[in-house]
């Protein structure tokens, strides 16, 4: 990406997700960031699992979770979470005297530890808060064990994410809606709103017009709990139900794609859903351009940039109301609302919107929206106006 403001006199370290479990997805979500921080800061180092970039643009410091697995013993998670924590804060030491700000980007609330080292070096902490970590614990835990899956008691979630919060000089929301949704109201004066990624229009834009499209459902993201992505395949026979032309693929993979596998057999859907597996960035925007329809039936969000993708490439939109997404769509306007993501519910919706007389007029203002409000230098704009006020 080109822009041509001025670098600021600012030196950033990223925290980001010691996982190298979801690499594609992680990797991708930096990128985004790292485009927008490049042209306003003077020097990045990123300290995370795995990175999108060589040490050509970004110095790469490896930090990756011990025992990174998905299914672990409580007792490991917890020493494990503890160690990383510690190889972060010893990161961060080495090179104290070359930044001036931390950022803690995805996956990385709770590491206290680190925190601590950064305010005794007197580093600037900003802390990226997508959404509420306790509540979507709380989804992870419906179908998990404490014991031996990846869910995570509520509790002790909260405590560090209102700790994490603490520590930090700014905290990062993606829109006005998820600071109350995520329970950041009493941290409101210390509370920016700054989205962490922009429209990339070399990649994500309308190349196949709607009324040319076959009647694709799709989902694109990881197929975990709080993204609600059984319930929508529970919801594809009665969708099927309602409107038999339907054809549905599933882009993306994750702990839950083995019970996927196992709905759609059961079903016997096998010739109506298609699971093309993980999407790399540069191909989002083809997939999207197949779709007539895409549904998020997350319990959870923050604002999701996969629906501002959908968007960029003319395809409307059925979310759930959660996080920032009622600030993006409104019903019948910019796209679809459904009430909750149950699978009658979305089932229902789905064909309601699918069948919208004015699906394409929609579509239309739904990319209009997020072209206008997200583009590339709209967005790093926004980024040094966070910036400036973290460093005042």
């Not at 609330?109 to 979507?136: D, E, F, N």
């Amino acid at each position: 990406m080109s822009y041509s403001g001025k670098p600021g006199q600012i030196s950033i370290a990223i925290i980001a997700s010691p996982s190298v479990l979801n690499k594609q997805a992680t990797e991708s979500i930096i990128a985004y960031f790292v485009d927008m921080l490049t042209p306003i800061s003077d020097r990045l180092f990123l300290v995370a699992g795995s990175s999108p970039y060589g040490n050509e643009r970004i110095r790469h410091i490896r930090v990756i979770r011990w025992r990174d697995r998905e299914r672990d013993f409580i007792l490991f998670k917890l020493v494990s979470r503890f160690l990383t924590d510690l190889r972060i804060a010893l990161s961060l030491l080495r090179i104290a005297n070359q930044i001036n700000a931390i950022i803690y980007y995805v996956g990385t609330k709770g590491y206290l530890l680190s925190m601590l080292m950064a305010r005794l070096l007197g580093k600037r902490i900003v802390m990226c808060s997508a959404s509420s970590t306790p509540r979507v614990a709380e989804v992870m835990r419906k179908e998990g064990s404490l014991v031996w899956d990846s869910a995570a008691p509520p509790g002790i979630m909260s405590v560090l994410e209102r700790a994490s919060l603490a520590l930090s000089h700014r905290i990062w929301v993606q829109s006005e809606s998820v600071i109350g949704i995520s329970g950041l109201d009493r941290y409101r004066g210390k509370t920016s709103i700054c989205d962490l990624f922009y429209i990339d229009a070399a990649h994500l834009s309308l190349k196949r017009e709607l009324k040319k499209r076959g009647d694709v459902i799709g989902y694109l993201g990881r197929f975990d709990e709080n993204k609600g992505v059984l319930n929508l395949v529970r919801a594809i026979p009665v969708i099927l139900e309602g409107y038999e032309k339907a054809e549905f693929i599933l882009f993306g993979g994750g702990e839950l794609l083995p019970r996927v596998h196992e709905e759609i057999k059961r079903s016997n859907l096998q010739q109506r859903v298609r699971l093309p597996g993980g999407i790399p960035r540069e191909k989002v925007g083809d997939c999207m351009n197949e779709l007539k329809l895409f549904v998020l039936p997350s319990y959870s969000e923050g604002l999701p940039h996969v629906i501002k993708e959908a968007m960029a490439c003319g395809t409307p939109v059925l979310a759930t109301p959660v996080g920032g997404v009622p600030d993006l769509i409104k019903d019948g306007e910019t796209g679809f609302i459904m009430e909750d993501n149950s699978p009658e519910c979305i089932a229902e919706n789905v064909i309601r919107a699918i069948k919208h007389p004015s699906l394409e007029e929609i579509a239309q203002n739904g990319r209009r929206l997020v072209e206008r409000e997200y583009a590339y230098e709209v967005m790093v704009e926004k980024c040094r106006s966070a910036l400036t006020k973290l460093m005042k």
